[in-house]
């Protein structure tokens, strides 16, 4: 990170202003500060760019506050800057608190409501976006803060800064702008100057920073949200750049479905805010805004989005994109040929004609599109703000009448540090959490004291709900649907207690105040009490608690030595064969871990028969074509304490891999981005190409000579065919009228349960299925059918999934005997976005080697020629275990 010059602060803070001058001051205009115009043909504004601008404008005008609220991921410095009257900023800190109490409702009365909507202002989040290759964003930002810090005597912007406070983000992505601005200037002039850059533009999840909305995981997702609750602005707008081409730019409404857990208020406003900026964009003569297209809102995981459950007007807007600040000429003819007769179209008013498309168009329709914003803000100020209120007090009062009164997340369960970080999740995103001080009866239950419980009669728990319930897909979308395959935008089922392997119950009855007495709202999820009990030098730990593997990896750091049960051992959590066998530590030692991680451990003076571990030397392709699923999987494997290796192209190709590894994973991609990358020419040259065939000997050459090969989704099915594997992957040709899963919850079934790599896992798991294969043996197999899907059962537990009959029977995850090694193939993501947590052990089982290895276990399925019998046609007397 470069230099610049910014006052000093000791530790983090959330709000610390910085200091600014009056308005006598002379307002610079950006290019008096950059050098250059932001929206200039070939010129980008960086982020350390636009923070300098920001405190020269800051340093000339009261109509400016800036703030640091957190870090990034590279320890970016994140900076907002707040916009208004110079007396609404004077009073900022009661605006705030105003905006806090409309949006909680419980404290007022109607009629105390109506008088803080008529007297206070309007907080509105606007930023410049966060998917960093979309390069306008940022630029707008800079254009619109001088737009409104510099203005005189214009009544339209006299009369936004009177009426609301605006929450100005350069970015909400620092980093990836600096990254994305960098690329560009390196490249500019050259043939690779619209070049895609080879690299993730957020650490870890590049263009899924936008599907991190109710799980938090990245540091910028709890910033952004941690300052949206301290603000609790009524809109929240994002920029981004992919317009339905030839459109100029999308804007609400959005296309169907909605969520039912949405406040109408909210759904409402989303289509008032669009057809006002609709007939503003008209009004400045800025044809081509469409409407709905491709763009709903299924999904609440959007970063830009998920604050809707918290009753803000959360939305975004998607501008034309060329490719970073190189213009393009258009016509009609580079247009899809339903859009070359230009006829309107209801939600298509002004069809563009084509010409130039400049990065200044673009920072122009933000701009407008952002004014836009903002003047209907401060037009129905009073309205806005009274509707926040309403929506949370009726959300009450509807939670008062109806189920579900109250989820409860019971303590102890089978993982109850997993349970614990679902309740935390909550409380990050706003909602109340209590505590059961003793036994608190619902459903005709006792649940435990300690046990979670979110009591639905308070503002936000839609946000609950919308996690807590099974999704089902609207039927009259799905039966009206000629093409059901471009529905939805996302994935369409994502029910959280399911995905995490956590007991969540729905309480069907009131919950009164007797019941209401047993319970303590909590500020934090305290950490899980742990304890080592019992005598011997042998310590026990549970296979079915996420946190034992980090447990585990620290345990074999400090020097102590792990097996895995053969036998059925006692543990914290009751029987269980594979359990974890801790020796060669201290007590003492142990007993630190175990409380870090929340796990306890039974001690015991058995020996029982084990399979000594270690953990494995882990390598994880990194593409330079940028894999999002990599990053995903680089952060869990990361936190978890596997500390994997990454791995490029050279480095497969060059070969004598198990040298250097003991285990390579190759995260979900099609075989394209895995054997060919980047073409040549499109990238610097030490970017282009994948693996290539030296890449697939060398894999080869890995795995027979007793490597493990763990290949996920896609990947699976360019394996198979890379590496001539006796399997096949059912779905390869399917049509969308034959199958058709965007990404859906499904159930499956381990064919036996006693094996390593399944340890830990329930019987009948849940797995994220996102247009994946599934698999049947083919003549010569040898190996194991791990999981599959039950015959003559639909697997399907939330979400959109047709034609289940497809996949019915078949596998969803193999192991595939190689040589002297074995390849992994999952029909799913076991590490979905991070939120598949009740999935993990399907690999993290795999991240250790074996002293005495259980692939000896393997039942043979073999065939010698076509005529003899498969797996699938074996004709096993259970349906259960059948292929076919």
Known sequence: MRCRSLLSFSGLLLLTALPFATATAQVPTPVSVLGRNPGDDFYLADYDDAIRYFHALAASSDRIKMFKVGK?????????????????????????????????????????????????????????????????????????????????????????????????????????????????????????????????????????????????????????????????????????????????????????????????????????????????????????????????????????????????????????????????????????KPSQDLKALTLYTDPWQGGWWRLGDAVKYMVAASMSVLDTSAKYREQLLYNRWQAAHDNIEHFKHSAPYAYVLPNPQADTPEAALLAQKLLDNGLEIHRATRTFHANGIDYPAGSWVVLMDQPYTGLAKELFEVQHYPQAILDGSA????????????????????????????????????????????????????????????????????????????????????????????????????AGIGRANLLSIAQKYGVSAVSTTRNPQTIAIRKARVALYRPWAPSIDEGWTRWILEKYGFAPESLYNAGVKAGNLRARFDTIILPDMSKTQ?????????????YAGGIDTAGVDALCQFVQQGGTLIAFNQTSSAVIDLLGLPVTNILADAKSDQFFCSGALLRIQLKDGSRPSLYGLPADPIVMFERGPAFAPKPGFEGAILAAYRQGTNPLESGVLLHPEKIEGQAAAVEVAYGKGHIFLYGFKPQWRAQSHGAYKFFMNSLYRYDEPPFAEIKIAKADDSDKK????????DDDDELN
């Not at 805010?273 to 709905?292: D, F, N, Y």
């Not at 009131?510 to 319970?519: E, F, I, K, N, T």
């Not at 895995?674 to 020419?681: I, Q």
């Not at 498969?870 to 007397?877: E, N, R, V, W």
């Open 72 to 336: 990034s991921t590279r320890g970016e410095e994140f900076e907002i800057a707040v916009i208004s009257s110079p007396e609404n900023l004077a009073r900022l800190d009661e605006y705030k608190s105003i905006a806090r109490k409309l949006a909680d409702s419980r404290s007022l009365t109607d009629a105390q409501a109506r008088e803080l909507a008529r007297t206070s202002k309007v907080i509105v989040h606007i930023d410049g976006g966060l998917h960093s290759d979309e390069v306008a964003g940022g630029q707008h930002s800079i254009q619109l803060a001088y737009k409104l810090v510099s203005a005189q005597g214009d009544p339209q912007i006299d009369a936004i800064l009177n009426n609301v406070i605006l929450v100005l983000w350069p970015t909400i992505n620092p980093d990836g702008q600096n990254m994305v601005v960098s690329w560009y200037r390196r490249n500019l002039g050259t043939s690779f100057e619209v070049s895609p850059m080879p690299w993730l533009y957020q650490e870890y999840v590049g263009h899924d920073n936008n599907r991190d909305g109710y799980m938090l995981n990245m540091i910028e997702s709890q910033v952004v949200t941690r300052t949206e609750i301290e603000y609790s602005p009524v809109i929240f707008y994002c920029q981004h750049q992919t317009a339905p081409f030839p459109a100029r730019i999308w804007i609400p409404p959005f296309a169907d479905p909605i969520s039912s857990n949405i406040s109408p208020y909210m759904r409402s406003w989303l289509n008032v805010v669009g057809t006002q900026m609709s007939a503003a964009l008209q009004e400045q003569h800025l044809p081509g805004a469409i409407s709905q297209a491709q763009y709903d809102n299924w999904y609440p995981g959007f970063l830009d989005f998920t604050h809707v459950f918290r009753n803000e007007i959360s939305f975004f807007t998607e501008t034309a994109l060329y490719r970073y600040a190189t213009p393009r000429f258009y016509t009609v003819n580079d247009f899809p």
């Open 483 to 582: 093409k059901p395959v471009t529905l939805p935008y996302d994935v369409t089922g994502w029910t959280l207690p399911m995905q995490m392997g956590v007991d969540v119950d729905a309480v069907t009855d009131p919950v009164g105040d007797d019941q209401r007495s047993a319970l303590e709202i909590v500020s934090k999820i305290d950490p899980i009490s742990a304890s080592v009990e019992g005598s011997g030098p042998t310590f026990i730990l549970s296979h079915k608690p996420d946190a034992s593997f980090m447990a585990v990896n620290e345990i074999l750091a400090a020097g102590g030595s792990v097996a895995f049960s053969r036998d059925e051992v006692q543990t914290a959590e009751g029987l269980e064969t594979g359990a974890f066998v801790v």
């Open 674 to 686: 895995l054997t060919d990358g980047f073409k040549p020419g499109l990238v610097p040259s030490e």
């Open 870 to 877: 498969t797996p699938a046609s074996a004709g096993q007397q």
